[in-house]
């Protein structure tokens, strides 16, 4: 590594490479194809360097989920209101699925409860801020008061509403359009041409 790179990591950069490094592995191999060697040697760094500024794998892993978090937020966050409760909800739902599909590896990475340390902070509250307005349409169209971060509590209108969007973001990322369309791009068709219906049928007007 040349001196500037030293000089630059030294300087607050390398946790910042480092989550980096692992998303784009996460990206191209998955989250099976992770590791915290492959991400220092990625950075550009010592194979040491994740475990002494991360803790470990996890912590890497948790700071990339809060990453992914935030951007799936600004994305549904930017989505337009209709101020009708079910458009809303499909429009959420939609990009939602929408955001799955376009970053598969990334999207089952911030579902594994077992490499996320998902009592972190941070990762609270981005995880929370990436659904707010997904949470206050599901709220609107279920006639609720929408989740609020400091009391926690189980509402089933949110659980199906997330449970939804959540089987057909998997469904999606597995392949499974394939199963019912002969096109070049099974995926992209689904959500181009089925999942409005679907949604539509889930949560009319």
Known sequence: MSSPERDKYHHGDLKTALIKAAENIIREEGVEGFTLR?????????????????NGTKGLLTAVAVRVFKRLGAELNALPLSGRAAQDLRTQAFGYVTFA????????LICRVDLIDFKDPEFIQ???QALTQYAHAAAAYFGQEPPDLHKRAFRPHMASAMATAHGLAHMVIEGRPALLLETPDPASTFIETLLPAVLLATWPD
């Open 38 to 54: 492959k991400a220092a040697k990625f950075a550009g760094v010592s194979p040491g360097a994740p475990s002494h500024h991360f």
């Open 101 to 108: 599909a376009n970053n598969p590896g990334l999207f089952r």
């Open 126 to 128: 981005a995880s929370f």
